[in-house]
T-cell receptor
Framework: GAVVSQHPSWVICKSGTSVKIECRSL??????MFWYRQFPKQSLMLMAT?????????EQGVEKDKFLINHASLTLSTLTVTSAHPEDSSFYIC??????????FGSGTRLTVV | DAKTTQPTSMDCAEGRAANLPCNHS???????VYWYRQIHSQGPQYIIH???NNETNEMASLIITEDRKSSTLILPHATLRDTAVYYC?????????????FGTGTRLTIIP
């Protein structure tokens, strides 16, 4: 089946540094990927839609300069959390849509900013 | 997308059938019912979807009422590994680049 690989699965970084999270579609091409954020005991909140070869579309309230998204190929989208702060600590999940099939999700990245 | 209402939490004994309800009274004719689940600290997993007929796959069964205003996801023989948050989502079949929006879901706990 279609698999989305997300890396790293967890990361701890110092406040003020940047962290990059990768999302790869392993056996299919994904022109569109989605990035979600999930705080403890809450539902997934969509942050942005990543489009291959063009700018990402951000949801209202999400800072595009803080959460940089790059979708340079049909199999890779990256989310960079710039100048991370403790309030950015969260569970980040990527997803890709399969034509006429549905969505498949990565396993998530737990970010802890100390 | 139509709004859905799910109970916040449910318990089910291991080995019994788990029945998870979802109300979607404002569903329109071309909207499907999708179910996903999220096991703790993992990404969501697709379970099943349907339009108006009951559906069954290796994971679960989906029962949709005749008026389509509600549905029930059935896990026939629940195991401890079925403990997760279950999301019911109603939307038009996935074309283009439409985003998928999650509600609060039902936290299902399987009890030994």
């Amino acid at each position: 089946g279609a698999v989305v690989s997300q890396h790293p699965s967890w990361v701890i970084c110092k406040s003020g540094t940047s962290v990059k999270i990768e999302c790869r579609s392993l056996d299919f091409q994904a022109t569109t990927m989605f990035w979600y954020r999930q705080f403890p005991k809450q539902s997934l909140m969509l942050m942005a839609t990543s489009n291959e070869g063009s700018k990402a579309t951000y949801e209202q309230g999400v800072e595009k300069d803080k959460f940089l998204i790059n979708h340079a190929s049909l199999t890779l989208s990256t989310l960079t959390v710039t100048s991370a702060h403790p309030e950015d600590s969260s569970f980040y999940i990527c997803s890709a849509r399969l034509l006429n099939y549905g969505y498949t999700f990565g396993s998530g990245t737990r970010l802890t900013v100390v | 997308d139509a709004k859905t209402t799910q109970p916040t939490s449910m318990d089910c004994a291991e080995g019994r059938a788990a029945n998870l309800p979802c109300n979607h009274s404002t569903i329109s004719g071309n909207e499907y019912v999708y179910w996903y689940r999220q096991i703790h600290s993992q990404g969501p997993q697709y379970i099943i979807h349907g339009l108006k007929n009951n559906e069954t796959n290796e994971m679960a069964s989906l029962i949709i009422t005749e008026d389509r205003k509600s549905s029930t996801l059935i896990l026939p023989h629940a195991t401890l590994r079925d403990t997760a948050v279950y999301y019911c989502i109603v939307r038009v079949p996935l074309f283009g680049n439409e985003k998928l929006t999650f509600g609060t879901g039902t936290r299902l706990t399987i009890i030994p």
